[in-house]
């Protein structure tokens, strides 16, 4: 039972979530870090975000079942009963959103609420079902996270909070459609209006193309603001360029799996290393 409750958080995209989380925290705080703060934070967004990722799951238990990267996700719920799975998620997400706003501050309560309503409403009711903009408008929920841990320190909203909101939200598009471009046809059998289904392949390359290029005037931003440093710079810029021009270059390539494929892995190592980078090399108070 336990097992099956922890895999309806999605624990690989939960740990990624509660990171950014940590980082917007850090970068708030100048190496001026309350422990306390942070820990109160990093439970509150985790159950938050959890509470997400099991009513995700329990609303498309009919659709992930016809694909291969989500079908056992049907098994756990069934293991559970559907009527728990709901509630479960409904107690983990009220837990820590009464957490965040008592514990922490009103603001970062708020803003996690605001990331669960986008996740759940926006994208997983209406869009995911209706729309190719569900990867780009619900990115609004996937960008969140690091502006809950930066709010935690602030609480308030500044452009501090708008730059990590940028930065998540810019990469989210292109780091899902090149999953979306290998799996297209899972998509398409499960009725997904994904982008690459609908507009095809080569319009869904062409769309990536300023998502990718404009995280590079976001990591300028940070920087010339004085939110970090250097280093940060010089990383985020080269590893940018190379995703830039790994991107340009499904143009031309004919082998999309395999490019998608390769898009997929520099996306996720991008936001890695950007996110390491920007904790070591945040400015001093």
């Given at each position: ?102 514990l922490v501050n009103p603001l970062s309560g708020w803003m996690a ?173």
């Amino acid at each position: 039972m336990l097992k099956d409750m922890i895999a309806l958080t999605k624990p690989g995209l939960l740990r990624l979530n509660v990171f950014a989380v940590a980082v917007g925290f850090w970068v708030a705080s100048k190496w001026d870090i309350s422990w306390i703060s942070l820990l109160m934070v990093l439970i509150g967004s985790t159950l938050v975000i959890a509470s997400a990722c099991v009513i995700n799951n329990y609303w498309d238990r009919e659709l992930d079942q016809k694909m291969e990267r989500t079908k056992k996700r049907i098994d756990y719920i069934n293991h559970l009963k559907p009527k728990f799975v709901l509630g479960y998620g409904i107690v983990l997400g009220v837990v820590g959103f009464v957490l965040l706003y008592f514990l922490v501050n009103p603001l970062s309560g708020w803003m996690a609420l605001l990331g669960w309503f986008a996740y759940i409403v926006i994208y997983t009711m209406w869009l995911k079902r209706s729309s190719t903009w569900s990867t780009s408008l619900g990115g609004i929920a996937g960008a969140m996270p690091p502006v809950i841990g930066y709010c935690a320190v602030t609480n308030q909203i500044d452009a501090g909070a708008w730059l990590l909101f940028a930065l998540l939200f810019l990469w989210q598009p292109p780091h899902f459609w090149s999953l979306g471009i290998r799996r297209v046809e899972e998509y398409r059998a499960a009725g997904f209006p994904l982008l690459p289904v609908v507009k095809g392949v080569k319009r869904t390359k062409v769309q990536m193309i300023p998502y990718v290029f404009l995280l590079l005037p976001a990591v300028f931003l940070l920087y010339y603001y004085n939110y970090v440093g250097l280093v940060f710079l010089l990383v985020s810029v080269i590893g940018g360029l190379i995703w830039f021009v790994h991107t340009l270059s499904g143009l031309k390539t004919q082998d999309n799996e395999k490019w998608a494929k390769v898009n997929f892995l520099i996306s996720v190592n991008y936001l890695m290393v950007v996110f390491i980078v920007m904790v070591a090399n945040t400015t001093w108070s």
